[in-house]
């Protein structure tokens, strides 16, 4: 049973920052390309950050130079660490596998005064 678990979300200020993880489990990690995406109230889901295999990364034009997304396939772990953060990055936030067959449960952060 394949299983993404998210973690690290929560109520940051402004400016602060935080780090997620995703746990994964009953998958061969290492293959799969990997990625974060965030959804919004009212809003539609956004792609936020893909790695590949290898460790290449790319990420959206609306976080790039704030947030970083890495892995460790030895632990099987996805990260995703944001700085900087704007009242606009309140969203849920998703672990997935890039081809989108597997998700997580979601991790909530938002970013208020």
């Known amino acids: 049973q394949v299983q993404l678990v998210e973690s690290g979300g929560g109520l940051v200020q402004p400016g602060g920052s935080l780090r997620l993880s995703c746990a994964a489990s009953g998958i061969i990690f290492s293959i799969y390309r990997m990625a974060w995406s965030r959804q919004a109230p009212g809003k539609q889901r956004e792609l936020v950050a893909t790695?590949?295999?290898?460790?290449?990364?790319t990420v959206a034009d609306s976080v790039k130079g704030r947030f970083t997304i890495s892995r460790d396939n030895a632990k099987k772990m996805l990260y995703l660490q944001m700085n900087s953060l704007k009242p606009e990055d309140t969203a849920v936030y998703y672990c997935?596998?890039?081809?989108?067959?597997?998700w997580g449960q979601g991790t909530q952060v938002t970013v208020s005064s």
């Open positions: 997935h596998t890039s081809d989108t067959a597997y």
């Open positions: 790695i590949y295999r290898g460790g290449t990364t």
